[in-house]
């Protein structure tokens, strides 16, 4: 196949646009039409922001690009779906496929152009695909449609005929043979996936493929629902983005192709039970688009469409939020160690000497509380609590001490007495064979997990959940495995109809919901482990403590919804905090990145030594820093990093059992207030005064060069007198040995 250079086919589109347009399009600013091209035919859609390119003579992906920039397509020709038919589901995170079809197989193709305001969309009709010699009548529609100033193409796909086999797997959008054409490209592409907050994975033609059982959704494997390919050089991506506001389960995937000049991208649909009248569609589109820009211009193209649907809910306009929790600054995490007869008293006095010694209230994120006072056993047997705890949550609560216990959504230990006399075992996650998916299992453990699609799962959690904050007056329960891996559940008892859909999504949802609803006039706090949009806008925090610990992880997320969701923590075992250093260096990343601090590890040591003055003297100026710049951590928009100058980079400890990382002496992040002032958190994380550099971005941070602004600096516990400046490069400012600093622009 001979595809156009990226010069003469700009060229092409704009004088075909200018002649053709009026007869192709009524929206002039859409061109959708047939080119031909050195014998080749093409149906072009674009605007000035985007375009894609189909193979006439077969349906197929030619081209993908910035209008004036290179294809970001290397290996044209590839089907666009892969839809599979099954006999039997093979396990939970895949089907098994008998037959598939890709639009090869299709009888007849042909397209459709239709207009609706000023939408344009290009339809892509596989007619009777040949599935088997049982049945001989599938028939596809992909459709592509654009709008004039999107910057992204929104596909579609309908299935009818299906006839009496089952739907298996549905891939779509399957991009293949993607890559920059640019020259050098193939050394400094790389992929940014929502892994945690967020993960860069390089050299994605040849090597870290994104496969089934890492990157599920709705899971801990994918945050949000956003891929992005950079090519590293002259700022042009691709972005792929499912515009799903309801939590379907789905896969996203990203895989080298053969001989390692491109890869390919698809997104996985299941079955969800729509399918029974032979036909099932798409219940929410694909954003596809080459963009200008990189992950971040991508995720604030994610943060438009994510801010207009029901779910967003900012911080700071969001009701319920406990006015302790917003201003909170410090978490402690452990168990009690004491024996049960002494009720306590030895683990509420040192909770209280920390309260005492930081001068504020703080958390405690309460694990073994329950009345076998194990980790990982007896789930979800609870009750009662251990002797003395009632009253040690009470006799905390009067000290500035928040307690927040442990408990589990998902697991069950079949070893409790529990789950033979309530009979539980029908309302847990059976694979295609029947058989329950092992949780963990010991001689004294035997976990599975169960299905949030069933009312027996739904109303235990309530039960459970409800009864620490009645009974035991608790200020918050965490919620373990709430972003659990996202099970394929094949029972034909549970509420679901598939093993696809929302009923993971909508049982969690739910659960979350009518807590809350138990007690309308009560400021409690709800935490998920791991951090994902799906629950963002009904939890009040996510525990990233553990799980996003990397210096070099990508603000994904947080690019797209901080002022929506609150992190907690940065874990620091006690290797890491006796070293000042390493300290330092994590309570700083946590502190820019807009994290509630802390997570320390109460039962291997407070840091209440002589040994931690310096830790905690840090600690403490950084959560006076985070509530003096409230309106930036927590209810601002999280921004594009800021290039700070400030010394050569320091070799940092950062894990006790790792090499040394890399690091700016001075960590900085910038944030937009919700009234439009710009702010840039840093802190200083060595023992040296630091003189900083803040270069200006214009391009991100909706501010002006040559323009006056009011700046004020918050250090030293207090904020400066403002002073008019005008901008230009840089801001410079001096930061003392450990201490964090907020530099704030007004436009005057």
């Known amino acids: 196949m001979k595809l156009l250079s990226a010069k003469l086919f700009f060229v092409l589109v704009l004088i075909l646009m200018s002649a053709a347009l009026v007869s192709a399009a009524p929206n002039i600013d859409v061109f959708c039409g047939k080119q031909t091209v050195g014998g080749s035919n093409y149906y072009v859609l674009a605007n000035a922001q985007t375009s894609v390119s189909i193979n006439a003579s077969d349906l197929t992906l030619a081209c993908l690009k910035v209008p004036g920039k290179e294809n970001m397509v290397t290996e044209p020709g590839w089907p666009l779906f892969r839809i599979g038919f099954v006999q039997e589901p093979n396990n939970w995170f895949e089907t098994k496929q008998s037959w598939s079809i890709s639009g090869l197989e299709a009888t007849d193709r042909y397209t459709k152009i239709t207009h609706n305001g000023k939408t344009t969309t290009l339809e892509l009709h596989y007619d009777k695909c040949t599935v088997s010699p049982a049945w001989k009548s599938v028939d596809v529609v992909v459709s592509i449609s654009l709008d004039p100033t999107a910057k992204y193409t929104r596909w579609n796909m309908s299935i009818s005929g299906i006839g009496p086999l089952k739907l298996g797997e549905i891939r779509f959008p399957v991009l293949t043979g993607l890559g920059s054409t640019r020259k050098g490209t193939e050394k400094t592409d790389y992929i940014v996936g929502p892994v945690f907050s967020g993960m860069k994975f390089t050299e994605p033609r040849t090597k870290n493929p994104l496969t089934q059982g890492f990157i599920e959704y709705p899971g801990p494997g994918m945050a949000v629902q956003l891929l992005t390919y950079c090519d590293g050089i002259n700022s042009q991506s691709l972005m792929m983005s499912t515009l799903d506001n309801r939590g379907y389960r789905k896969t996203y995937e990203s895989l080298p192709m053969p001989g390692g000049k491109s890869f390919a991208w698809s997104v996985i649909h ?8 032979g036909k099932w569609s798409m219940p929410y589109g694909v954003a596809i688009g080459a963009i200008n820009g990189d992950w971040y211009d991508a995720a604030k193209l994610y943060r438009g469409w994510a801010s207009k649907q029901s779910r967003w809910s900012p911080i700071l306009t969001r009701k319920g939020v406990p006015d302790w929790f917003k201003n909170l600054s410090v978490w402690y995490q452990g168990q009690d160690r004491n024996p049960s007869e002494e009720l306590m008293v030895n683990h509420v006095a040192r909770l209280k000497a920390i309260r005492e010694r930081l001068g504020e209230d703080i958390a405690f994120h309460w694990y073994m509380w329950q009345k076998d006072k194990d980790h990982d ?5 609870y009750f009662p609590s251990q002797p003395g705890f009632k009253e040690a949550v009470a006799e ?15 697991l069950f230990d079949s070893l409790t007495t529990m789950w033979t006399t309530e009979n539980a075992e029908p309302w847990a996650i059976p694979d295609a064979k029947g058989k329950l998916y092992d949780g963990i299992i010991n001689d004294r453990v035997k976990m599975y997990t169960m299905c949030a699609g069933t009312k027996y799962w739904r109303d235990k959690l309530v039960y459970i959940i409800t009864k620490m904050f009645k009974d035991y007056g608790t200020d918050g329960v965490y919620l373990d495995e709430l972003h659990t891996y996202a099970y394929l559940c094949y029972a034909t008892n549970h509420e679901h109809k598939g093993c696809g859909g929302t009923y993971l999504a909508d049982g969690y949802r739910e659960v979350i919901n009518r807590v809350r609803q138990s007690f309308p006039d009560r400021q409690l706090m709800l935490t998920g482990e791991n951090i994902s949009e799906t629950y963002a806008d009904i939890v009040d925090a996510q525990l990233v403590a553990h799980s996003d610990q990397n210096p ?3 603000p994904l997320l947080q690019a797209i919804m901080k002022d929506c ?18 300290y330092a260096a994590r309570t700083g990343f946590a502190l820019t990145r807009g994290r509630q601090l802390g997570w320390i590890q109460f039962d291997q040591g407070d840091m209440m030594d002589a040994d931690h003055v310096k830790q905690v003297d840090f600690l403490k100026s950084c959560a006076h820093a985070r509530r003096a710049g409230q309106n930036y951590l927590l209810y601002g928009e999280f921004l594009r990093t800021p290039v700070v100058s400030a010394g050569p980079l320091e070799s940092v400890r950062w894990f ?9 002496p001075v960590l ?13 958190v840093a802190a200083n994380i060595t023992a040296e005064v630091k003189h900083a550099s803040f270069k200006l971005n214009y391009k991100d941070w909706s501010i002006v060069k040559g323009k006056a602004y009011k700046m004020l600096v918050w250090q030293g516990d207090k904020w400066s007198e403002p002073k008019t400046i005008t901008t230009g490069d840089s801001i410079t400012l001096d930061i003392p040995a450990y201490q964090p600093v907020i530099l704030e622009l007004q436009k005057q």
């Open 270 to 277: 299941y079955p969800d039970g729509r399918e029974s009248n």
């Open 377 to 381: 056993y007896r789930y979800p047997d």
């Open 396 to 410: 905390l609560q009067k000290s500035g001490v928040h307690c927040m216990p442990y408990m589990n959504m998902r």
């Open 552 to 554: 070099d992880s990508i």
């Open 565 to 582: 969701t609150v992190e907690l923590g940065l874990t620091m075992r006690r290797d890491e905090d006796w070293h000042m250093e390493c």
């Open 656 to 664: 006790a059992d790792k090499p040394n990382v890399m690091l700016n």
């Open 668 to 680: 900085a992040e910038a944030y937009k207030s919700p009234d439009g002032k710009l702010g840039i």
